[in-house]
């Protein structure tokens, strides 16, 4: 029997410990209340980490976007919207809206989450009740194919980072939004004090654990008022590539 779901729809007030120097949350902290409101609108739906824990699975996050425009200070309550949008192949789409305290949008964003074995560690499909779990006939608030990434060419910026124990989830790998911190951290102190990030676009591709150290780079793609970067964040035992992102900035 299809199941119909409905839009999640949840509040946060902005705490002191979610907010930059300027009194603003950050993009970390709207990523984290995005990843939470979906966690809590799966439960709701019988798919959450913990529900499907028992069938040997988890969800992953395998791309983001979010456009930002304009962030909430502290001790406003904003409300996070959220909705799945539909199964394309092994990747499930969710959408997100963001409601100021005025009630109107200040940042949405789309997301592709793919169903993870635990046991052999790589993706399947969906199960049939997550497949019979039927969305809201709404449109994508982001219309995004999720293409390739263009990677650095050249490093314009570099930083080095060593996992924490803090940094991990609750499948024992690093938060994904620590690779957005990452990412973000590794430009110029300058650049972040003086302009506010608009859009951020990720893949995330490999996990990292504890005890690993991982590299930030990132390129200059445009200069003027408006900054755009592309990031890749790499193991660095391997070398490998875990997250690559897309970021642009308008100034403050």
């Not at 949008?105 to 039927?134: C, H, K, Q």
């Not at 995330?204 to 793609?221: C, L, P």
């Amino acid at each position: 029997m299809l199941a119909a779901a409905d839009a999640w729809i949840e509040a946060f007030r902005i705490r002191a410990y979610e907010v930059d120097p300027t009194g603003v949350a950050s993009i970390q902290t709207l990523c984290n209340f995005l990843q939470e409101a979906a966690g809590n609108h799966a439960r709701s739906l019988g798919v959450s980490v913990d529900q499907l824990a028992g069938d040997n699975l988890t969800w992953v996050l395998s791309r983001l976007h979010v456009q930002v425009s304009s962030y909430p200070r502290w001790r406003e309550t904003i409300q996070v919207e959220t909705w799945p949008s539909g199964i394309e192949g092994l990747y499930g789409t969710r959408e997100f809206r963001v409601l100021g305290a005025d009630d109107q949008p200040i940042a949405l964003g789309t997301s592709a989450w793919l169903m993870f074995d635990l046991t052999r560690r790589r993706p399947v499909r969906m199960p049939d009740y997550v497949n019979e779990i039927i969305g809201p006939d709404r449109p994508r608030t982001i219309q995004d194919s999720f293409p390739k990434l263009e990677v650095p060419g050249r490093v314009d910026h570099s930083r080095r980072f060593s996992v924490r124990y803090s940094d991990l989830d609750v499948n024992q790998h690093v938060n994904n939004v620590r690779y957005i911190e990452w990412a973000v951290e590794t430009l110029p102190l300058d650049i972040i004090e003086s302009h506010s990030l608009s859009s951020i676009e990720v893949i995330f591709r490999a996990e990292t654990s504890y005890g690993d150290s991982v590299v930030g780079e990132a390129e200059k793609a445009s200069s003027g008022d408006d900054l755009a970067f592309f990031h890749r964040v790499l193991r660095e035992g391997d070398n490998r590539e875990v997250a690559i992102v897309h970021t642009r900035w308008r100034p403050a």
